[in-house]
């Protein structure tokens, strides 16, 4: 068994910052890669930024500037830093993890509940 528990989403005004956390826990032998995303009501998941075991980073057009995506192998964990919140990031963020389970003959996606981010004054 495999969990992805989101946390750090929240209520802030226009201008503010958060960072989302993530960790992952379970029957898990290694992670490739781990990412971010975001979901409105009505609209397809997207993909806001994601990191490779090397630290290699990509992000989606729209956070590129304001989204920095960090994490720490050794505790299964994956940041989102967002900066200068905007209204339209409001979303569910969820985070995604490609990783292969202990006895596992390959990498597959898991996901997390998503943590809410509402950007509102």
């Known amino acids: 068994q495999v969990q992805l528990v989101e946390s750090g989403g929240g209520l802030v005004q226009p201008g503010g910052s958060l960072r989302l956390s993530c960790t992952a826990s379970g029957s898990i032998f290694s992670i490739n890669t781990m990412n971010w995303y975001r979901q409105t009501p009505g609209k397809q998941r997207e993909l806001v930024a994601g990191?490779?075991?090397?630290?290699?980073?990509n992000y989606a057009d729209s956070a590129k500037g304001r989204f920095t995506i960090s994490r720490d192998s050794a505790k299964n964990m994956v940041y989102l830093q967002i900066d200068s919140l905007k209204p339209e990031d409001t979303a569910v963020y969820f985070c995604?993890?490609?990783?292969?389970?202990?006895?596992?003959?390959?990498?597959?996606?898991?996901w997390g509940q998503g943590t809410p981010v509402t950007v509102s004054s």
């Open positions: 995604n993890a490609v990783l292969t389970r202990i006895g596992g003959p390959y990498p597959r996606p898991s």
């Open positions: 990191i490779t075991q090397d630290g290699n980073t």
